[in-house]
């Protein structure tokens, strides 16, 4: 029992869930300093976001191991289904059941937001199944790092927002742009991780299309873009600069280890890279609570 458990909470992969809790705090953050903050709807959206991550996360360990993607030479974790620890059956259960739970939290927030929030959902969750199934899976064919910029950056901390606000706002979109590349970067280490694997299995990753290089240069670049698009917070107050230098420093750190590691010691990288879009949701959420304080 305590076996089956673990396994279900690593094929979860609670290590890269910041990916949706990022989003979230930058959206909810904004929206209070801009004084319409509402407790509800923000738990809803954070809900909303982490089970279709999840949904995904069980989809992805699903399909990948129908299409054979998940060789017995893989760098990453051990994935539940391909390692026989959860049958492909009860994994495809889990998938409906965590992607119900998010149609449902998305639909409790239609009061909030109104009926345009139907098609973002309709959308989310079938870009959660195409990720990586159906005839032209995303994930297949180099449009993962897209996919991910959207329903993970832009998506969330703009519907975040405007659930709240009612409106949308140009400082959200900026946020939610440079939240999204540095999720983006999570997928990026995690490519090129399994360059040689994913070639094999004709998954054809930006990083198999342009070469690894191409992903060392697009990690720095989606860091630096992040740090630019933040820069109207920059103007107003200086004090802000000093936690945005503290992870520029970090990122560049992580970044030169990136291009020195190869194989499984990536998965080290892929865990600070995790780590480093929290933390610059916190600081996001540091600087603007700060600037309303002001």
């Known amino acids: 029992m305590h076996n089956k458990v673990t396994a279900w909470i690593k094929a979860a ?12 705090l930058a959206g909810c953050t904004l929206a209070w300093r801009d004084g319409v903050f509402q407790p509800t709807a923000a738990l809803l959206c ?12 069980f989809a992805n360990d699903y399909f990948d191991f129908k299409k054979g993607a998940d ?9 539940a289904v391909a390692s026989g620890q959860i049958s492909p059956e009860a994994m495809l259960r889990a998938t409906l059941i965590t992607l119900g739970l998010a149609c449902t939290a998305g639909c409790m927030l239609i009061p909030f937001g109104g009926w345009i929030l139907l098609p973002v959902g309709i959308a989310m969750a079938l870009c959660v199944l195409a990720y990586s199934a159906g005839p032209f899976p995303l994930a297949y064919n180099g449009l993962g790092d897209v996919s991910v ?37 999570i997928l990026v280490v995690n490519n090129y991780r399994d360059y040689q694997q994913d070639k094999i299995s004709r998954k054809r990753t930006t990083i198999v299309l342009f070469g690894k290089r191409f992903g060392r240069i697009l990690y720095l670049t989606n860091g630096l873009l992040a740090l630019l698009l933040v820069s109207p917070l920059l103007s107003e107050s200086p004090r802000h600069a000093v936690p945005f230098a503290v992870f520029f420093l970090l990122f560049l750190l992580t970044w030169r280890q990136f291009c020195r590691l190869e194989g499984r010691a990536l998965n080290k990288i892929l865990g600070q890279t995790s780590l480093l879009s929290l933390l610059f949701a916190l600081i996001l959420a540091y600087c603007l609570t700060i600037s309303f304080s002001a």
């Open 71 to 79: 060789r017995e030479d893989r760098l990453g974790p051990v994935r």
């Open 46 to 57: 954070l809900l909303v976001a982490l089970t279709a991550q999840i949904a995904s996360n």
């Open 149 to 185: 910029l959207i329903f993970y950056g832009i998506v969330p901390v703009c519907f975040t927002y405007y659930v709240q606000a009612n409106t949308f706002s140009l400082l959200a979109v900026l946020l939610s742009v440079a939240v999204g590349l540095l999720s983006v970067n």
């Open 13 to 24: 992969r609670p290590r890269t869930l910041s990916a949706s809790f990022s989003p979230v």
